[in-house]
């Protein structure tokens, strides 16, 4: 069973910056895109960020040029750069391939406010 663990996370005020970490337990960013998805209160899962095999990064209309997605194949670590953040950025965070193929983790919370 594949396990994903978000960390990271936290009480940042707008404008403000931070990096989401995600470990995955074996080695499935090697062989699949991965993906940081986000859930806000009342809203559906949505996906925010990817990146391809080959490197190739994709990422929400809405937060391109703010985020920046990110893997370290070796380490089976994938990692989210969040600047400028907003308060409509706040959401709880989770890892997966893209499409998601494992059980979700637990996520990590993100909140955007003064």
């Known amino acids: 069973q594949v396990q994903l663990v978000e960390s990271g996370g936290g009480l940042v005020q707008p404008g403000g910056s931070l990096r989401l970490s995600c470990a995955a337990s074996?080695?499935?960013?090697?062989?699949?895109?991965m993906g940081w998805y986000r859930q806000a209160p009342g809203k559906q899962r949505e996906s925010v960020a990817r990146i391809g095999i080959s490197g190739v990064e994709n990422y929400a209309d809405s937060l391109k040029g703010r985020f920046t997605i990110s893997r370290d194949i070796t380490k089976n670590t994938a990692y989210l750069q969040m600047n400028n953040l907003k308060p409509e950025d706040t959401a709880v965070y989770y890892c997966?391939?893209?499409?998601?193929?494992?059980?979700w983790g637990q996520g990590t919370q993100v909140t955007v406010s003064s």
């Open positions: 074996g080695s499935i960013f090697r062989f699949n895109t």
């Open positions: 997966n391939t893209y499409p998601p193929l494992y059980a």
